[in-house]
């Protein structure tokens, strides 16, 4: 399989199905094939942010980072959402954390983030907190990653109040698959921080409007 996708095609492909699962999600809630496609995004995510720890020489400024834009966007959104979950950046910080305690045998730490997470609850739950460090450890073990990540469905979906159209996620992995272990355009290293809170705040207005 050729292998052709650089962390910033990832990077645009999760951005795009996110967008379109918040549309279906504000916009057209009676039509699932926004929702379907978003599904793509959340695994997405979480694999670059396995591989940002893989790679990044400063790992407490991106989870500090991480934390931050976490802790606010969350705030707000239970302002806007009393009886909603904690933000996605909320989910991958913690998971970070939680990759970052494994890795350096600090368990209470990776115990800590995954109990924070569950107490919020982060978006995603212990799925989303779980699936960074599996796409840490899975990375190149493909038939693994695919196994794993349907176990993970299988148990969210039939645990959690999460509608089934969740499975569509095991899409994303043939994806990651074509990731050719290239950074890309350097540019907009921070679009994402500045996209995701303003494509959401617009999308609610355009809603309740």
């Given at each position: 399989?050729?292998?052709?996708?650089?962390?910033?095609?990832?990077?645009?492909?999760?951005?795009?199905?996110?967008?379109?699962?918040?549309?279906?999600?504000y916009?057209?809630?009676?039509?699932?094939?926004?929702?379907?496609?978003?599904?793509?995004?959340?695994?997405?995510?979480?694999?670059?942010?396995?591989?940002?720890?893989?790679?990044?020489?400063?790992?407490?400024?991106?989870?500090?980072?991480?934390?931050?834009?976490?802790?606010?966007?969350?705030?707000?959104?239970?302002?806007?959402?009393?009886?909603?979950?904690?933000?996605?950046?909320?989910?991958?910080?913690l998971?970070?954390?939680?990759?970052?305690?494994l890795?350096?045998?600090?368990?209470?730490?990776?115990?800590?983030?995954?109990?924070?997470?569950?107490?919020?609850?982060?978006?995603?739950?212990?799925?989303?907190?779980?699936?960074?460090?599996?796409?840490?450890?899975?990375?190149e073990?493909?038939?693994?990653?695919?196994?794993?990540?349907?176990?993970?469905?299988?148990?969210?979906?039939?645990?959690?109040n999460?509608?089934?159209?969740?499975?569509?996620?095991?899409?994303?992995?043939?994806l990651?698959?074509?990731?050719?272990?290239?950074?890309?355009?350097?540019?907009?290293?921070?679009?994402?921080?500045?996209?995701?809170?303003?494509?959401?705040?617009?999308?609610?207005?355009?809603?309740?409007?």
């Amino acid at each position: 399989m050729r292998k052709h996708l650089t962390n910033f095609d990832l990077k645009v492909i999760a951005i795009i199905t996110m967008t379109l699962d918040h549309m279906g999600y504000y916009l057209f809630p009676f039509d699932d094939w926004f929702r379907i496609v978003g599904r793509i995004a959340m695994p997405i995510f979480a694999f670059l942010c396995a591989e940002t720890f893989r790679y990044t020489r400063d790992k407490k400024a991106y989870a500090l980072r991480m934390l931050v834009c976490g802790v606010v966007y969350t705030l707000v959104r239970f302002y806007v959402e009393p009886n909603g979950t904690g933000d996605i950046f909320l989910t991958l910080a913690l998971g970070f954390l939680m990759l970052w305690g494994l890795e350096e045998k600090q368990y209470l730490i990776t115990a800590s983030a995954f109990i924070i997470g569950v107490l919020v609850p982060v978006d995603y739950y212990w799925y989303g907190l779980c699936m960074v460090p599996m796409m840490y450890y899975l990375k190149e073990k493909k038939l693994a990653m695919l196994l794993v990540m349907m176990g993970m469905n299988v148990l969210l979906v039939s645990t959690s109040n999460v509608h089934p159209m969740q499975y569509y996620s095991i899409l994303s992995i043939f994806l990651i698959w074509l990731y050719n272990n290239q950074v890309g355009c350097k540019k907009w290293k921070y679009f994402f921080y500045i996209y995701y809170p303003v494509h959401v705040v617009i999308l609610a207005a355009i809603a309740w409007l």
